[in-house]
């Protein structure tokens, strides 16, 4: 099974009031608040999920076109399952182990779960090697059978 590389995207992420100049504070999904004037400003994901909620079935175009947010930035939020497509919709995305259509995340349920189940095998594996060994002890240092020390008798 692959493994993921899980990176953070901050989806243009308001950090300064466009109003006042003050600090952006994070109020919740997507949300900001300006703890000086109180401003409220979105990041990528809020203002999505605002047009989302009063344009339901609007295809990533359409969402593109209205409030400027990238179709790649939208199919991110998908796969990170912020997002899902609606059971209306044509368009799917695949799971990227069997193919199998999905409306949101990386995997169909089958794949995800024979994925974390591999994750919790590698742990327990990786545990059992490590049991009955004292901390520290995981790794070797030196040479099998070397003195860690050497005495040296120095006369002045």
Request: proline letters at 2%; hydrophobic letters at 30%; a positive charge.
């Amino acid at each position: 099974m692959q493994r993921l590389n899980i990176s953070i995207n901050t989806y243009n992420r308001p950090t300064v009031c466009s109003k006042c100049g003050g600090l952006m504070i994070f109020a919740g999904v997507g949300e900001y608040h300006c703890e000086e004037c109180k401003h409220v400003d979105y990041d990528d994901y809020g203002k999505v999920r605002l047009y989302i909620e009063s344009h339901r079935g609007a295809t990533a175009a359409q969402i593109e076109e209205a409030i400027g947010v990238e179709q790649k930035a939208i199919r991110q939020m998908i796969r990170e399952s912020r997002l899902e497509i609606s059971a209306e919709s044509r368009s799917f995305l695949k799971c990227d182990i069997c193919g199998q259509p999905v409306r949101s995340g990386r995997y169909c349920p089958k794949c995800e779960a024979q994925y974390h189940k591999e994750l919790e095998e590698e742990e327990r594996e990786r545990r059992a090697k490590l049991l009955g060994k004292g901390i520290g002890m995981d790794k070797e240092i030196g040479e099998k059978g070397s003195k860690r020390f050497q005495r040296t008798d120095r006369h002045l």
